[in-house]
């Protein structure tokens, strides 16, 4: 069974700083991996995937993440964080032959001035 | 190009009642899907559709829990009788094409249930 984990429940940074949101994955093969963001009342919006190629992803809103084949790990960064950022973050993943996408427990990101 | 659109955007209604959602996915989005969202959890896939046909629905409680996209295009999910468990988002979402993993999905903004 495919599992995705995502160990902080919340990340603290200070605008400007960079961020990380981590992401670790268990699933047979090769998969892809998406991140998506939650903003309050709002439906998911899609960030960024990984398919194949260059381990670093770039996606929506300056975000990328960087994939990392033998730790199962596809970690959410952002050079400088903005407030704006502050926000619900998922992590999600399927399996290449598979039809359900699996997601994260989700990690809360807030970004103070 | 406009979203995924749903209503109700909240119900509360009783434990033992029935309710009824409703999605309208993005035109020429095939497949369509219905998650339900516990708070403080992630999404978690109740049922896929891919046009009018379904393609997962292994954890779709099924004793209580319904849906259907006749038409290959909007789609219902009910549930009946409610439980107080039930009480979470229902998110639908859709996407180009099922079997092509890498297709990213498209949600809508939810409805709330909340189930007294």
């Known amino acids: 069974a495919q599992s995705v984990a995502q160990p902080e429940d919340q990340v603290n940074v200070a605008e400007g700083n960079p961020l990380t949101v981590k992401c670790t994955y268990s699933?047979?093969?090769?998969?892809?991996l998406f991140w998506y963001v939650q903003y309050p009342n709002r439906g998911l919006q899609f960030l960024l995937k990984?398919?194949?190629?260059?381990?670093l992803v770039k996606g929506s809103y300056g975000f990328e993440a960087e994939f990392n084949k033998s730790q199962t790990s596809f970690h959410l960064k952002k050079p400088s964080a903005l407030v704006s950022d502050s926000a619900l973050y998922f992590c999600?993943?399927?399996?290449?032959?598979?039809?359900?996408?699996?997601f994260g427990g989700g990690t809360r990101l807030m970004v103070k001035p | 190009e406009a979203g995924v659109a749903q209503s109700p955007r909240y119900k509360i209604i009783e434990k033992r009642q029935s309710v009824a959602f409703w999605c309208n996915p993005i035109?020429?989005?095939?497949?369509l899907y219905w998650y339900q969202q516990i708070l403080g959890q992630g999404p978690k896939l109740l049922i896929q559709?891919?046009?009018?046909?379904?393609?997962?629905d292994s954890q779709l409680p099924k004793d209580r829990f319904s849906a259907e996209r006749l038409k290959g295009v909007d789609s219902t999910l009910k549930i009946q009788p409610a439980k107080l468990e039930d009480s979470a988002v229902y998110l639908c979402?859709?996407?180009?094409?099922?079997?092509?993993?890498?297709?990213?999905?498209?949600f809508g903004p939810g409805t709330r249930l909340t189930v007294t």
């Open positions: 990984y398919i194949t190629g260059d381990n």
């Open positions: 035109s020429g989005h095939a497949t």
């Open positions: 999600a993943v399927i399996p290449r032959a598979g039809n359900m996408l699996t």
């Open positions: 559709f891919q046009n009018n046909g379904v393609v997962d």
């Open positions: 979402a859709s996407s180009l094409r099922q079997g092509q993993g890498f297709y990213e999905q498209y």
């Open positions: 699933v047979s093969g090769n998969p892809y």
